[in-house]
Every structure is written in structure tokens, then in C-alpha cells.
């Protein structure tokens, strides 16, 4: 169901995520590229989105579900001086994320989640529903924060949506 007030969805079932992966299914294998994930606040649901597609072998490579500060630095690179300045969910966490994904796998294109998906965790600067995203497209990062309302399943589901949407849209833009 989507929440009128912001129209953002609340969970994974009242999506067309399965829209959005298949227009992924179609793009990267256009451009022969293959994709990587490096989630921390959504665990591993945007590569399980991705994965349920048959055939997406063809166009996905790996997922990184770093949810912990030390996984994120271990598996994908990221500085952990970084985390301490800046905290785990912060436009240059997420930047690290997604470019630590690219350049651990062999991958051309990555998305990255690092949020506050809740019930509790949240602070004044980062409230709960705060999530920082990370794409990178053939050599070009970009980040952006959103804050989803709703419980922890619904922001969660928002940002898988969010994520794989905004993936489309850097993906069809003119180079």
C-alpha cells in the first residue's frame, strides 16, 4: 500500500519492483554490463529482488550485505576513519559503498544503501527513515539522501524501490 502523505510505498509486495528489474534485465545486458549490490539498512533485499528474475545471472554479478561498520570496510573497502567522521549513514559512506562494490566485483554498475530504517536507531540529524543512496554507472558516482516514513518494513521497501527506480533512470539517461 502506498502512504498517501508521501507516496512512498510500504512494502515489498505492494510494488512494481519486478517492473523495475526486468527494465534492468533489459539495460545492462545492452550496455554489457553486469551490476553489484552493497546494502546495509536493506540486507541483502535489493540483490533478492534482482535474483528473483530467472536469468539474471546474465546481468547481475554479486551482492554485499555489509550491515555491520566492520563488513562495510572489510568486504567493500571503505575507510573505517571515514565511518568514525561521518557515521555508517552519510553521503560519503554510501559514495564508498558504491564504488567499493564496483571495485570488488566485476562490476560496471552499483547501487548502495545506508540508512536508519528503524524502530529505534534514529537521531535528530539522522531520524529514523533516513537513508543515503550510492549509484555508480561506468565511472560515475552519485549519492542522495532521502528519508522515508513508515515503519521499518516500509522504509525498507521504499528504498529497495527508490534504489532500483533511480538505477533505471541513470542507466536510460544520454551518457
Not at 85 to 92: K, M, N, Q, R, Y
Not at 150 to 173: C, I, M, P, W
Request: proline content about 5%; hydrophobic content about 45%; some cysteine.
Amino acid at each position: 500500500m502506498v502512504n498517501p502523505m508521501n507516496d512512498h510505498p510500504t512494502s515489498l509486495s505492494d510494488l512494481d519492483v519486478s517492473a523495475l528489474v526486468l527494465q534492468l534485465a533489459d539495460l545492462l545486458p545492452q550496455k554489457g554490463w553486469m551490476m553489484a549490490t552493497a546494502e546495509s539498512c536493506t540486507g541483502g533485499l535489493i540483490a533478492g529482488a534482482c535474483t528473483d528474475l530467472a536469468g539474471s545471472s546474465v546481468w547481475f554479478e554479486r551482492g554485499f550485505v555489509t550491515y555491520s561498520n566492520e563488513a562495510k570496510s572489510e568486504l567493500l573497502g571503505v575507510d573505517a576513519a571515514l565511518i568514525e567522521a561521518h557515521g555508517a549513514v552519510s553521503e560519503p559512506v554510501a559514495r564508498a559503498m558504491a564504488e567499493g562494490a564496483v571495485a570488488r566485483s566485476r562490476a560496471q554498475v552499483s547501487v548502495a544503501v545506508t540508512g536508519v530504517a528503524g524502530p529505534s536507531g534514529g537521531s535528530a540529524d539522522k531520524p529514523i527513515g533516513t537513508v543515503w543512496f550510492g549509484w555508480s554507472v561506468d565511472g560515475r558516482t552519485r549519492t542522495e539522501r532521502r528519508r522515508f516514513d513508515g515503519d521499518r518494513a516500509a522504509v525498507r521497501a521504499a528504498t529497495v524501490h527508490y534504489a532500483l527506480q533511480t538505477l533505471v533512470e541513470l542507466l536510460r539517461a544520454p551518457p
